[in-house]
Every structure is written in structure tokens, then in C-alpha cells.
């Protein structure tokens, strides 16, 4: 099973950037859909943006798709997650996951995730 590991998580301004990394372990990285979600207290998990390691073809939550680039460095097998022009409302814990599957039909979808990071915390205030 792979291993996942975020960082760069943070305290930023309205406005500003971060950029998530996601580092995984284990596993061929190529057979896996990798995708980061966030948590917010009292809600429930919910898809932010997702790739296929294999092609590269991304997906992205509505909300944050121009406002935020998912992409692989399959030699080092880590996803990032840059993320701009954050808002208040993007303060959640993020968590990356990788799906078993080269292609999953709904990448944005809990439950195809089988691997979960321990995620890491973005605070979005003044």
C-alpha cells in the first residue's frame, strides 16, 4: 500500500498562495489516481483536484479550478497542489489520497481513495 505525506501547509492572507506537496512511498506511482480533498470542522470530506498519474489529466473541483494547479513529478512520486487567490472559505485541513486505480471514474469521489495522508492544515485569515 502506498504512504502519503503532505506538507506546506499554513497561515496565509486573503489573497495570497500556498502550495502543497504530496509525497508517496510504496506502490508503482503510475497505477495510482492521486487527488487532494479537504476537511472543514463540522463538514464533510470533499474533492478539491485530482490526476492520473499516468497521462496527466487533472480535474478540479469547480470552485477552485482557476484558482488552483494539481500536477506530478513522477521521478521524485510526489503531487503538488498550488493554490492562489485563497479565500476564507478554503480553511480546511487537505488532505492528499491515491486510489488504487490508473483511472477512476470519478476522481473527486471519497470513495475510490483507499490511502490518506495525515493531512495538512491551511488557515486562510487576516
Known amino acids: 500500500e502506498v504512504r502519503l505525506v503532505e506538507s506546506g501547509g499554513g497561515l496565509v492572507q486573503p489573497g495570497e498562495s500556498l502550495r502543497l506537496s504530496c509525497a508517496a512511498s510504496g506502490g508503482t506511482f503510475d497505477d495510482y489516481t492521486m487527488a487532494w480533498f479537504r476537511q472543514a470542522p463540522g463538514d464533510r470530506r470533499k474533492g478539491v483536484a485530482a490526476?492520473?498519474?499516468?497521462?496527466?489529466?487533472?480535474y478540479y473541483e469547480p470552485s477552485m479550478k482557476f484558482r488552483s494547479d494539481i500536477s506530478q513529478d513522477k521521478a521524485k512520486k510526489t503531487v503538488y497542489l498550488q493554490m492562489n487567490n485563497l479565500k476564507r472559505e478554503d480553511t480546511a485541513m487537505y488532505y492528499c489520497?491515491?486510489?488504487?486505480?490508473?483511472?477512476?471514474?470519478?476522481?473527486?469521489?471519497?470513495?475510490?481513495?483507499?490511502?490518506w495522508g495525515q493531512g495538512t492544515q491551511v488557515t486562510v485569515s487576516e
Open positions: 490526476i492520473y498519474t499516468d497521462n496527466g489529466m487533472t
Open positions: 489520497a491515491a486510489a488504487p486505480e490508473e483511472r477512476v471514474s470519478d476522481p473527486l469521489a471519497t470513495v475510490y481513495f483507499t490511502s
